[in-house]
């Protein structure tokens, strides 16, 4: 008796393991520009804009029965942003320019949820929280820093499912890191750990299109 219920409690842990459903998905878009400023005062202030450009990355999503899923994301942008600033420390009181070269890394924990309409569509929205690691490097200097903030989205799409293990996906979404940008970064040429005293959260709003492989069920 106790070798039967034994045997059916493995039966039944490896329905539970074996029997859920494992999706990996690939994303790659574009970012639209974002303005980052903030005025401290009349003689500290920068205004600055994240360019547009190409992100990519992937993400391993778990599915949940009648609920959803859940998914670790790793997406990834190499950009720019030319930056108008002052600052008396900084700057010795004259306006200066730079375009910084910028690296943004988001790495995020989705929730989504899936409102399957037909065997092939398959709408879903969601949010997502976590963190931005953003490195800054001043080409005029080669001086370089990183930061890293708490991150936050929201996103909205469509699987399209092509055939029975792989699909299509289209996605708008809304990233932002809370005061990213500013004295962790230091606008300027000065040396480690001098930066300017106010702060700007940043706001990226994007599409990305990838594909969908569903690896296990």
Do not use: H
């Not at 459903?21 to 994303?27: D, G, L, M, S, W």
């Not at 303005?35 to 205004?47: E, F, H, I, L, P």
């Not at 320019?97 to 569509?121: C, I, P």
């Not at 949010?127 to 490097?137: H, Q």
């Amino acid at each position: 008796m106790k070798k039967c219920l034994f045997i059916l409690l493995l039966t039944g842990l490896s329905s539970v393991v074996f029997g859920q459903e494992i999706r990996i998905n690939t994303y790659g878009g574009y970012v639209f520009k974002d303005r980052v400023d903030s005025y401290y005062s009349s003689s500290s202030y920068y205004d600055g804009q994240i360019q547009d450009g190409g992100r990519f990355g992937g993400g391993i999503e778990y599915l949940i029965p009648d609920r959803g899923g859940l998914e670790l994301q790793y997406l990834r942008q190499n950009t720019n942003a030319p930056t108008v600033y002052l600052d008396n420390i900084l700057s010795g009181g004259q306006v200066q320019q730079t375009n910084f070269d910028l690296r943004l890394n988001w790495l995020m924990l989705n929730g989504t949820r899936y409102f399957r309409v037909s065997e092939q569509l398959e709408p879903f929205a969601g949010a997502a929280l976590g963190m931005g690691i953003f490195s800054l490097t001043n080409p005029s200097t080669n001086n370089e820093r990183s930061t890293t903030k708490l991150a936050y989205s929201a996103r909205g799409g469509i699987n399209v499912w092509l055939l029975e293990n792989l699909a299509f996906r289209a996605q708008a979404s809304l990233f932002s890191a809370v005061q990213s940008m500013g004295g962790g970064f230091y606008f300027g040429t000065g040396g480690s750990g001098v930066g300017l005293n106010s702060y700007s959260s940043m706001f990226q709003f994007g599409f990305d299109g990838g594909l969908v492989f569903r690896v296990g069920q």
